[in-house]
């Protein structure tokens, strides 16, 4: 039997391969907009990613960011996001990936990533932890809370929508008087590959784009963080200790 975690890793070095060909190029063809901009790299990415998923598993349902829902039967479901980070990718920020998730009925299973650029992967497995460049990864960290830096995102709806907006606002700067510093990631997957192996110290999740919900959550759990959850809000840090400081900045800003 093909081994999915393998058809994953092997999707994300294909998409990878675009994406740094393209950015060595100095490729920024898209449509911009006020709150987003989709490139032309993330089509040429899901166009070499796609094949390699649906050759080794034709009968797995898909949903792709630029070709949406892709018909499949059985428990499986595929999510892949050929350019996370685009808006990085188009001002030459080198701070992108290619990611895939795989649920197993509605619950995340695999994940990768892969930063092109950077030539690192992450792949998780349920129950298995997380591997960064093949070598087992904690987000075990000795860094204080009050030294810390906290990744916060926000799917890409929150700044169209003036209550979220205000929202998010308000908690970052909830969470920045508790921390060194409050990363406003523009490339989820990235950052949650860096909490999982204890670069960064907490990770602040907003009302999620689907494309890089399943992937935090998993890479969260098989490294070993702690988490909370509270309706599209999740929280998640290197320790309890750390949670508890992030999870109480929040409370005036929950809804």
């Not at 166009?47 to 050759?55: A, C, F, G, N």
């Amino acid at each position: 039997m093909v081994d999915i975690e393998s058809v994953a890793r092997a999707a994300v070095h294909a998409g990878g391969a675009v994406l740094r060909e393209r950015y060595r190029a100095d490729d920024s063809a898209g449509t911009y907009t006020t709150h987003d901009v989709k490139a032309a790299a993330d089509v040429a990415a899901e166009e070499r990613m796609l094949p390699v998923i649906q050759q080794a598993f034709p009968n797995h349902e898909i949903f792709a960011e630029e070709s949406g829902e892709l018909a499949g039967t059985g428990p499986y479901r595929w999510i892949v996001d050929p350019l996370d980070g685009t808006n990085n990718f188009t001002a030459g920020l080198p701070l992108f990936s290619a990611a895939v998730s795989v649920l197993r009925d509605g619950e995340p299973v695999v994940g990768a990533v892969c930063q092109p650029v950077t030539d690192e992967i992450y792949l998780a497995r349920r129950g298995d932890g997380i591997r960064y460049n093949s070598t087992t990864v904690t987000a075990e960290s000795s860094v204080p809370v009050e030294a810390g830096t906290v990744a916060f995102i926000c799917g890409r709806e929150v700044p169209k929508n003036p209550e979220y907006s205000e929202q998010a606002t308000a908690m970052q700067a909830a969470v920045g008087s508790k921390v060194k510093r409050v990363c406003a990631s523009w490339a989820p997957t990235v950052h949650s590959g860096l909490f999982a192996r204890g670069r960064l110290q907490g990770l602040i999740q907003f009302h999620p784009d689907e494309e890089e919900q399943a992937v935090t959550e998993l890479f969260a759990a098989e490294a070993d963080g702690v988490t909370r959850r509270e309706g599209e809000l999740l929280v998640a840090a290197a320790d309890s200790e750390t949670l508890a400081v992030l999870w109480e900045a929040t409370a005036d800003t929950r809804c």
